[in-house]
């Protein structure tokens, strides 16, 4: 983990709340940013899954056998981690070509020219993997296996709650040296801190059980072809509005 002190931003004025007292007191208000790296944990890739059928029925076996089977191939990776979330599950109806025009589309007559020819069942699945070097060697696979739509879409850690205690520490520590600096050249002395304001706006999950396995399956599972990723370190900030009182 690799951390990093970044600038820091300087107000002067009155104090910022506190009641009648702390209002009188003179201060210096400091933004200051702090932030580490740290290497991903995981990779997380989604993808679609369809099925096709004359009957509603036939397009979601034929999207349960394609989930199956890639879930199969999933689980015979040796070595990784994965975790799997389904969601935004619809079936469409697929009609000729004769029935896009706006007339025919509103009428949706359910025989003629906008008969319905057959069913298409959709399932949107999103996967967590680890190691995260293996996410593109995994995103390859899944396409080969029968997914549609297969994107990877970024790295990240598993618990971001110890970066960004580093972070926010590297923030006040960037945010003390600043205010002794601008203290000192005003012939004044930094008194303690007053207030502290996060100014941070994203917000993330600090807490997640770690990724498990996916179930073990018999019978052979051919090698996927292997993508070699050298994913970028995680970047974790902290953003801090400190006010110090400044002694005469």
């Known amino acids: 983990m690799r951390s990093v002190m970044l600038g820091a ?53 034929a999207l349960n056998s394609r989930k199956q089977a890639i879930e199969t191939m999933l689980a015979g990776l040796r070595g990784t981690k994965v975790e799997l979330h389904t969601d935004n599950m619809r079936v469409r109806e ?30 949107r699945v999103v996967i967590r993997v ?3 070097a293996s996410a593109g060697t995994i995103t390859g696979a899944i396409a080969q296996a029968g997914g549609s739509e297969v994107t990877l879409g970024g790295f990240d850690l598993i618990d971001r ?9 590297m923030a006040l520590a960037n945010a003390k040296a600043q205010a002794e600096v601008i203290a000192s050249a005003s012939g004044a002395k930094l008194g303690p801190i007053l207030r502290v304001v996060d100014g941070d ?24 072809v292997a993508v070699k990723l050298a994913p ?5 900030y902290a953003q801090l509005t400190v006010s110090y009182e400044i002694v005469r």
């Open 201 to 224: 706006q994203q917000r993330y999950s600090l807490a997640s059980s770690d990724i498990g396995a996916m179930p073990s399956v018999s019978g052979s599972v051919s090698a996927p």
């Open 130 to 132: 680890s190691p995260p």
């Open 9 to 61: 931003g300087v107000l002067l004025g009155a104090c910022l709340g506190g009641g009648a007292a702390a209002q009188d007191r003179p201060r210096i208000d400091i933004g200051a940013t702090g932030m580490v790296e740290v290497p991903p944990e995981v990779a997380t890739i989604s993808y679609m899954v369809r099925g096709e059928g004359q009957t509603p029925d036939d397009a979601t076996r």
């Open 94 to 123: 697929v009609r000729g070509p004769e029935c896009r025009s706006p007339e025919m589309t509103q009428s949706r007559s359910a025989t003629g020219l906008c008969a319905v020819q057959s069913y298409i069942t959709e399932l």
């Open 161 to 169: 709650a110890e970066a960004r205690r580093k972070a926010v520490a």
């Open 232 to 236: 970028d370190t995680v970047k974790v």
